[in-house]
């Protein structure tokens, strides 16, 4: 952690005092400063806050932003670090200057958090010297990028070859989804990308998350796993059915597990207790992003999955719920981006109505995302699930899969269903469709290969 000086805290109170006195300020500082700028964590924290009150009600001051940071940090009263903010204001404070003042100081602390890492690695004997000066230089490269500035094409060039050859080196890696169908075609999950998995109620997306969830440490990769669906039991049950083979309804109702059962279960306790998933329940996006950023600052979030996008509230309020989900989507595009892990998030689509005139069940389209189209925008790759019921399902007019309605008729009754992978949207591939079959009872999912 690199220590700030006096005058750094100064301009940065000193900003938090121009916002909370001088509101009509808020956008212009906005644009300039983000609250990853600031380095005391304090002064970030009412930053955000004041920022925060000014978006529900167009206008901030000591007591109302006082009152949005106890929302945003429950127990963590900083009132008279507050009323010390806006006291340290006045009026010829010029915001431009104190916004640039700020910036200057986060590059400043950014160069010095590289250059101690360098001294650091000159130190030992096996590192790789030239692998921690490209990375360094890299990371110079970005302090300036990351304020706007402007790139020429020889650079952007030489980025993409020099990404293209980490990946090639196995220095980058994606986190495989755990079906092989799947991966085939989008080759894993990639860092700095956003994926929405959209299926409607009960089809099987929380089953897809843990899918992945538990996939991703057996190749090394430490998992945060935001539910705002479901509590720490429900969730357990489902990743405990899937870990010990153990039926889900069985474990809901324990008088119905055998010794056998429980022989599993225990099994599967001494396996994964260790193995590096972490859960958090809760559904405001702020924090959950705070969680993410502090879990990755630990080396412990490679990959983040959300369960699901439409539940998620903000401190903010707003008129339309497609607002909400148009902002929580940007939030997470641009978490994934700072972060550079890949986030799989889950949305709900709105249940498929019967074709008029032949009745025929139609193919989930990306359309059918509920409350906003920002999912589509913002989203790097778009997979649909869809699971047919009925003989007259569209899908079995695609090309290729006329035989699946034999399949889904083989497995009625036996606890498992037919279950499709529409890959609708993939930025840097083509799109798909991967078959499977799902396993309801145990939350798993097989590949079926064509």
Same mark, same amino acid.
Request: proline share 4%; charged share 25%.
């Given at each position: 952690?690199?220590?700030?000086?006096?005058?750094?805290?100064?301009?940065?109170?000193?900003?938090?005092?121009?916002?909370?006195?001088?509101?009509?300020?808020?956008?212009?500082?906005?644009?300039?400063?983000?609250?990853?700028? #600031?380095?005391? #964590?304090?002064?970030?924290?009412?930053?955000?806050?004041? %920022?925060?009150?000014?978006?529900?009600?167009?206008?901030?001051?000591?007591?109302?932003?006082?009152?949005? /940071?106890?929302?945003?940090?429950?127990?963590?009263?900083?009132?008279?670090?507050?009323?010390?903010?806006?006291?340290?204001?006045?009026?010829?404070?010029?915001?431009?200057?104190?916004?640039?003042?700020?910036?200057?100081?986060?590059?400043?602390?950014?160069?010095?958090?590289?250059?101690?890492?360098? $001294?650091?690695?000159?130190?030992?004997?096996?590192?790789?010297?030239?692998?921690?000066?490209?990375?360094?230089?890299?990371?110079?490269?970005?302090?300036?990028?990351?304020?706007?500035?402007?790139?020429?094409?020889?650079?952007?060039?030489?980025?993409?070859?020099?990404?293209?050859?980490?990946?090639?080196?196995?220095?980058?890696?994606?986190?495989?989804?755990?079906?092989?169908? %799947?991966?085939?075609?989008?080759?894993?999950?990639?860092?700095?990308?956003?994926?929405?998995?959209?299926?409607?109620?009960?089809?099987?997306?929380?089953?897809?998350?843990?899918? &992945?969830?538990?996939?991703?440490?057996?190749?090394?990769?430490?998992?945060?796993?935001?539910?705002?669906?479901?509590?720490?039991?429900?969730?357990?049950?489902?990743?405990?059915?899937?870990?010990?083979? $153990?039926?889900?309804?069985?474990?809901?109702?324990?008088?119905?597990?055998?010794?056998?059962?429980?022989?599993?279960?225990?099994?599967?306790?001494?396996?994964?207790?260790?193995?590096? $998933?972490?859960?958090?329940?809760?559904?405001?996006?702020?924090?959950?992003?705070?969680?993410?950023?502090?879990?990755?600052?630990?080396?412990?979030?490679?990959?983040?999955?959300?369960?699901?996008?439409?539940?998620?509230?903000?401190?903010?309020?707003?008129?339309?719920?497609?607002?909400?989900?148009?902002?929580?989507?940007?939030?997470?595009?641009?978490?994934?981006?700072?972060?550079?892990?890949?986030?799989?998030?889950?949305?709900?689509?709105?249940?498929?109505?019967?074709?008029?005139?032949?009745?025929?069940?139609?193919?989930?389209?990306?359309?059918? %995302?509920?409350?906003?189209?920002?999912?589509?925008?913002?989203?790097?790759?778009?997979?649909?699930? /869809?699971?047919?019921?009925?003989?007259?399902?569209?899908? #079995?007019?695609?090309?290729?899969?006329?035989?699946?309605?034999?399949?889904?008729?083989?497995?009625?009754?036996?606890?498992?269903?037919?279950?499709?992978?529409?890959?609708?949207?993939?930025?840097?591939?083509?799109?798909?469709?991967?078959?499977?079959?799902?396993?309801?009872? /145990?939350?798993? #999912? &097989?590949?079926?290969?064509?």
């Amino acid at each position: 952690m690199i220590s700030q000086d006096v005058t750094e805290r100064a301009a940065e109170r000193m900003l938090c005092g121009i916002v909370i006195r001088r509101p009509d300020k808020a956008k212009e500082v906005r644009e300039m400063v983000s609250p990853d700028d #600031f380095g005391d #964590f304090v002064l970030r924290s009412i930053y955000v806050a004041a %920022l925060s009150a000014i978006d529900k009600t167009g206008t901030t001051d000591v007591l109302a932003t006082s009152i949005e /940071h106890g929302k945003l940090n429950a127990g963590n009263d900083q009132s008279l670090m507050i009323v010390e903010c806006a006291d340290a204001y006045t009026s010829a404070a010029l915001p431009a200057f104190y916004c640039e003042q700020v910036r200057e100081y986060a590059q400043r602390r950014a160069m010095r958090e590289i250059a101690d890492e360098l $001294v650091e690695l000159s130190m030992q004997k096996d590192a790789d010297v030239s692998e921690a000066i490209e990375a360094a230089r890299r990371r110079l490269s970005g302090i300036e990028k990351d304020h706007g500035g402007i790139i020429s094409i020889g650079e952007v060039m030489y980025e993409t070859l020099d990404y293209a050859e980490r990946l090639a080196k196995g220095k980058i890696v994606p986190v495989m989804s755990g079906l092989a169908s %799947l991966d085939k075609v989008t080759s894993g999950f990639y860092p700095g990308e956003l994926t929405y998995i959209g299926a409607a109620p009960s089809v099987g997306k929380t089953a897809a998350a843990i899918m &992945t969830s538990l996939a991703a440490p057996l190749q090394g990769k430490q998992v945060l796993f935001a539910s705002a669906e479901m509590d720490a039991k429900q969730l357990g049950q489902r990743v405990l059915s899937n870990t010990a083979g $153990v039926n889900a309804t069985r474990i809901r109702d324990a008088k119905a597990l055998t010794g056998s059962d429980w022989d599993a279960m225990g099994d599967a306790l001494t396996a994964w207790s260790n193995q590096p $998933v972490h859960y958090m329940f809760d559904r405001n996006v702020e924090r959950i992003i705070a969680n993410a950023r502090r879990q990755r600052d630990k080396g412990a979030c490679d990959i983040l999955m959300v369960d699901y996008v439409q539940l998620l509230r903000t401190g903010t309020k707003y008129a339309q719920d497609r607002l909400r989900v148009e902002y929580i989507s940007h939030e997470l595009k641009e978490l994934a981006r700072a972060l550079d892990i890949p986030i799989i998030a889950l949305a709900q689509l709105v249940r498929p109505q019967p074709i008029k005139g032949s009745g025929d069940i139609p193919i989930p389209r990306i359309s059918d %995302l509920a409350d906003s189209s920002a999912l589509e925008r913002d989203a790097d790759v778009v997979i649909l699930l /869809h699971r047919p019921e009925f003989n007259n399902d569209t899908i #079995f007019k695609q090309p290729g899969f006329g035989d699946d309605a034999e399949i889904m008729a083989r497995l009625q009754g036996t606890g498992k269903r037919l279950l499709y992978w529409i890959v609708a949207k993939q930025r840097m591939g083509p799109t798909a469709i991967c078959t499977s079959i799902f396993d309801g009872a /145990h939350n798993r #999912f &097989t590949a079926l290969e064509r």
